[in-house]
């Protein structure tokens, strides 16, 4: 009987992280403003420039994070991840002045870029070639999974116990699940314990595919890289900026309980796109997709905007809940597609570092646009044009081949 490959058990590792870290960290920041404006009386701008502050740090660690995993693996980064997570966490109680609560946004950061998608990417792309586009996505499951329970429990979770003990509880439980699977699960790469990549047997892998590494000096003077940057900074800084305003944006409408409902909903359409991403991804071209992903989440925020009301809210969340999954998902495997695995961490990481900052302002414009109008519409208006602005830029990247490097000599 024919063993499992152990890389897929490197996989679901990385799924279960994924799900510590995007429910204490993007899915769990509508559940910040929340708390922080209405029991600590913060602003919902105050809240989300502190927000951005986690965002900022992400990214400005993502390409080092990348570079420490490719070098000695991802178990080190995971475990002090998940323990400054939750000390970030933890703090967001007892906050009761704005420098506090940008210190603790920090500290979240810190532990958001350790748990990031570029963490999943660098700790996947030495274990698997053919098969990558499957890994990436089915990993990333694991975000649609923190989509559907973060919100629920951490909502339930304030109103039966409180602010405090929910993170203290939800701090505690990260670890638990994450530090055993740093020490027992998680290793750097398939020839450290006898396989190689896919699982394949040595007479299958004797031609190396993207075995030499691109500088990062001639990836960016491709078009592919220039127009995965535009593409997917500005369509991660506008789904950000959604996913930290959603619950506030919901509750007047739907109230509190109908709120959690819609988040719940939306993340479960991420689940169903991302698992039609998993099982289609090394089947399909990831730029036509991607512009498919976009132009539905354009149509979904202008209609939102367009049409504030109740059923409108539910139908449209649910359908830009659809895209979300795949944003995240489709920006690691257009880079490890393109330019290859042993270019995978220098080149997504620096890509990563540059999608974060741009992503660290989705909820300071939602929040600062919101302050200034009274509203949500004009954000969510705004949101739907650079989603479409997305579209087209994720497509002309994909006009020419990507000349390979370095470039063949002729004689």
Known sequence: MKSTFYGWWIVAA??????????????AMGVYVYALTDNQS??????????????????????YVGRIIARHGPRLVVAFGVLVMALGVTALPYCQQAWQLYAAFLTLGLGMACLSTNTVGSTLAPWFERFQGRAISTAMLGASIAGMIATPL?????????????????????????????ALVLKTRPQDIGLLPDGMASTQHNQPVHATQWPLSEVMQTRQFRSHIIAFSVSLMVQVGFISHQLPLAIPVLGTQGAATIVFAAAAAAFLGRLLLARYADQI???????????????????????????????????????????????????????????????????????????????????????????????????????????????????????????????
């Open 285 to 411: 071209n990831e730029r036509k997709v991607g512009a498919g992903v976009f132009l539905l989440a354009a149509a979904s925020l202008t209609g939102l905007a367009l049409f504030p009301g109740p059923w409108a809210l539910v139908a449209l969340s649910i359908t830009y809940g659809l895209t979300v999954g795949n944003v995240t998902t489709l920006a690691p495997m257009i880079i490890r597609r393109e330019f290859g695995a042993a270019s995978f961490a220098a080149v997504f990481g620096f890509a990563a570092t540059l999608n974060q900052l741009a992503m660290a302002f989705g909820p300071t414009l939602y929040g600062v646009l919101r302050d200034s109008f009274g509203s949500y519409g004009p954000a969510l208006l705004l949101g739907g044009i650079l989603n479409l602005g997305s579209a087209i830029a994720i497509v002309w990247g994909g006009k020419q081949a990507l000349r390979p490097y370095p470039a063949p000599v002729s004689d």
């Open 14 to 27: 990385c799924m279960l992280f994924v799900i510590v870290s995007w429910s204490l960290g993007t899915f």
């Open 154 to 182: 951490l909502m339930g979770g304030i109103r039966a116990w409180g602010f405090q003990t929910t993170t203290a509880i939800a701090a505690i439980v990260a670890i638990m699940v994450t530090l055993p699977l740093a």
């Open 42 to 63: 913060f602003s919902i701008s105050t809240v989300s420039t502190a927000m951005t502050t986690a965002y900022i740090v992400s990214a400005l660690l993502m390409a």
